[in-house]
């Protein structure tokens, strides 16, 4: 700056800078150019000093103009840009509450779940209490305790998987381990006896494993409900009562049932029960009083309490609900199957 401040072409130069400013940065850029530390005004403001005194003024003065003028032309500028922004963010950021939701897929209880659960739910609803027991089990509670033979078929390895076991356990003259995947869930009524004293109320739901090869009807694993009473007075009279309404809960008030007599090892009398269904008569389950030996086994006193106990399977009861001709759609995991239930 040599004293004379050209202030109409800082002037010019700044607002045409301005008014070209496309955006908030440019606009930045544009106002330090002026006023900023290296800016043309702040240039002209340091060399005042130098200047004889009416110069000074003159100067001064001019410097001051333009000063206002940018600032005034950068604010107007700036309030423009600004609006402009804000119409581009909130375009952006727009929320269209029209568009049809994306449903996430919907699951469902497995089919056996699901009966097993309406199985639960009725007896629950006569008082019973669930309980649950290993899968694991010794042949003790899956055979002695429930006054199996030591010689009965099922104890061989024609019919129960044996495990071996993690411990040293001396072989038995069966050549088995004695340790293996309960057949049934009766012996969570051995294991609820030894554990409480009576009156017994328990229902008992869970997976059973037996050497099957799987086919339509026969699964290598499949699930059980069982249920135990044992109490003063009970007589083969509450054990009808209660498998009525357990199976009229299941299939319909109006389903006919009979009992046909049959051999279990743990009840004496045992019974299995049919129900009328799809027009011929269908067994769901097997029953009867415990047995006395069952009974002192578990500590309990047979002249004392009397009980009554059934078993049925789930799978059965599911195919029965859903119309379901073939056991394997159940552990296959074909989404096209289980979708069905959603
Ligand atoms: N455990 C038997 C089975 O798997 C079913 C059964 C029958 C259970 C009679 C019982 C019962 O509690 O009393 O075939």
């Not at 509450?97 to 996430?104: E, G, I, S, W």
């Not at 009576?198 to 409900?225: C, E, K, S, W």
Request: aromatic share 6%.
């Amino acid at each position: 700056m040599n004293g004379t401040f050209d202030a109409e072409g800082v002037r010019r130069d700044a607002l045409a800078a301005i008014a070209a400013a496309c955006d908030l940065a440019e606009l930045e850029a544009a106002k330090a150019a002026v006023v900023g530390r290296r800016g043309t005004l702040t240039a002209a403001q340091r060399s005042l000093g130098a200047l004889p005194e009416d110069e000074r003024r003159r100067t001064g003065a001019a410097v001051n103009a333009v000063r206002a003028a940018v600032a005034q032309a950068e604010a107007a500028r700036r309030a423009e840009l600004e609006d402009e922004r804000d119409r581009v963010v909130l375009a952006q950021e727009a929320i269209d509450v029209t568009l049809p939701p994306r449903t996430p897929p919907r699951g469902a209880l497995h089919p056996i779940n699901e009966t097993m659960d309406a199985m639960l739910d009725i007896l629950v609803g006569l008082g019973y209490r669930v309980v649950t027991g290993p899968e694991v089990e010794s042949d003790w509670y899956n055979f002695d305790a429930l006054n199996t033979p030591v010689d009965h078929p099922a104890r061989t390895l024609k019919d129960s998987i044996y495990v071996r076991s993690l411990v040293d356990v001396p072989p038995r003259a069966d050549g088995t381990t004695g340790i293996l995947l309960r057949t049934e869930t009766s012996p969570v009524q051995a294991r609820t006896m030894l554990a409480q004293p009576p009156p017994v109320y328990v229902v008992i739901p869970g997976r059973v494993y037996r050497q099957d090869t799987p086919d339509a009807t026969h699964l290598p694993m499949f699930h059980q409900i069982e249920g135990l009473a044992v109490d003063t007075d009970l007589s083969f009279t509450d054990l009808r009562g209660t498998l009525a309404e357990l199976a009229r809960a299941l299939l319909g008030p109006e389903t006919g049932l009979r009992f046909r007599p049959h051999y279990f090892p743990f009840t004496e009398p045992s019974a299995e029960l049919d129900a009328w269904h799809s027009g011929r008569w269908m067994e769901l389950l097997g029953s009867g009083m415990v047995h006395p030996n069952v009974l002192r086994t578990c500590g309990y006193d047979p002249e004392q309490v009397q009980g009554f106990a059934f078993g049925m399977g789930v799978e059965r009861m599911a195919m029965v609900r859903h119309g379901i001709g073939d056991l394997r759609l159940f552990v296959e995991n074909d989404l096209r199957f289980l979708s069905a239930f959603a």
